[in-house]
């Protein structure tokens, strides 16, 4: 059970820097798309939960195949582009205060989208791997299958009470905002993603240079 707390505060305490997930998730609250922006954070706690159980269990080489971080680099770039565009520069629907039927459907694929901005991050598998060293090194958690499975999973929850947290901030003073003051700041978040997009796009474009 140590191993679970231990795992749970870890989880909790480093996602709360602001970063792009973070963001998502902001600007789905915002616009009272509670659920959508759970998933979100979801997807990006079961990231944590595979990546965290890789380094402690020692395979992270398999979730470091060459192909994969191409593949999840590539798509986040579009994916941030694509919002960081539409938010910044197109018409955002009315902000409302209360659950529409239509926020309800596609939360798979908010799921999957939490996931896949997740992966584009490669240096989280040196982060994991430098917290198993770490907790293994000191002597936090016993390098058995059960503590290993308990701290991984701890992570997750501990991120996806992070994000529930956040949600539950963002709806407290969303009732605050004027309308105008809530687009204002979608839009704000908006450009965040487009440059958010740009340095991931120029990240990934180098590395393929490099490759060459």
Not at 65 to 88: A, D, E, K, N, W
Not at 100 to 105: G, K, L, M, V, W
Not at 141 to 167: C, Q, S
């Amino acid at each position: 059970m140590i191993a679970f707390v231990v795992g749970f505060i870890i989880g909790y305490v480093t996602t709360i820097p602001i970063g792009p997930i973070n963001l998502a998730v902001m600007m789905k609250a915002l616009h009272n798309r509670t659920g959508q922006a759970m998933m979100i954070g979801t997807g990006s706690a079961v990231m944590d939960i595979i990546y965290c159980g890789a380094a402690l269990f020692g395979i992270s080489t398999i979730i470091s195949h060459p192909t994969l971080q191409l593949i999840f680099r590539i798509l986040p770039f579009f994916i941030f582009f694509y919002y960081g565009v539409r938010t910044s520069f197109f018409k955002i629907p009315e902000p409302h205060l209360t659950q529409n039927s239509e926020d309800a459907p596609g939360f798979k694929r908010f799921f999957l989208l939490g996931m896949a901005m997740y992966f584009s991050n490669p240096s989280f598998i040196a982060y994991w791997v430098t917290i198993a060293g770490i907790v293994h090194g000191y002597h936090i958690i016993e390098p058995i299958t059960y503590d290993n499975a308990m701290f991984a999973v701890g992570t997750g929850a501990g991120v996806t009470m992070w994000f529930a947290t956040l949600v539950a901030l963002v709806e407290k003073h969303k009732m605050r905002f004027e309308p105008k003051t809530i687009v204002r700041t979608t839009r704000f978040f908006g450009l965040i993603m487009l440059v958010v997009s740009i340095v991931l796009g120029w990240n990934l474009f180098t590395d393929l240079l490099l490759r060459q």
